[in-house]
């Protein structure tokens, strides 16, 4: 009996003394991988994350596009002063919107808000199997409707997000976020 107290006693010092990590902290833009291959199971598991993200009356507003290697080729080329950069990214996803609503009407805006954090979904996952990602959109220097006819994306869809996403030449673990100029404190407000 004693034996088994005190298994018991070490069995819970150990599970309390595990630290969890939270994968939305590991979360960091990453803009350098690896050739080491994302596991599919994992890009899977990412996508099935992404979708649970919430969203008005079900809309599933969302729409995936990974391309393969000529459809990354094409990505690649659409800014020739980048080409080389795009080509050292192992993966893309390109994330749309298909939103039934008016434009800038309050449930398009839900629409769009739904695909943002599907987007936040899909690279938080990755990151909690230490998969790297970076978001990218203006910064890819080429007009939204370019990537939506590379990608052949269904007729009224805009572009939300690049994400580029690869095992990071860094591991994310104990990877240092940089400080935000607000933080906290200077967003929250406390009211009665």
């Known amino acids: 009996m004693i034996r088994s107290l005190l ?5 819970i010092a150990s599970v309390n003394s595990l630290a969890f990590t939270n994968p939305a902290t590991l979360r960091r833009s990453v803009a350098r991988f690896t050739d080491a291959p994302v596991d599919s199971t994992v890009v899977d598991a990412a996508l099935e994350a992404a979708i649970l993200a919430p969203n008005h009356f079900m809309s599933e507003p969302w729409r995936f596009y990974i391309p393969g290697p000529q459809t990354t080729a094409s990505l690649c080329n659409l800014n020739p002063e980048k080409t080389k950069m795009f080509e050292k990214v192992p993966n893309w996803l390109v994330v749309t919107m298909k939103s039934e609503n008016e434009k800038h009407s309050k449930l398009w805006l839900e629409d769009l808000s739904a695909v943002s954090c599907a987007v936040q979904n899909f690279m938080t996952s990755l990151a909690g199997e230490g998969v790297g990602s970076k978001w990218m959109t203006g910064a890819l220097g080429s007009p939204p409707e370019a990537i939506l006819e590379t990608v052949k994306a269904g007729e009224g869809e805009e572009l939300v ?5 690869g095992i990071p030449e860094k591991e994310l673990e104990g990877a240092k976020a940089p400080p935000r100029k607000l933080g906290v404190a200077g967003t929250l407000t406390k009211l009665d």
């Not at 298994?7 to 069995?11: D, E, P, T, Y």
């Not at 997000?161 to 996403?165: G, Y």
Request: net charge neutral; proline share 0%.
């Open 161 to 165: 997000a690049a994400v580029w996403f």
């Open 7 to 11: 298994f018991i006693s070490a069995l």
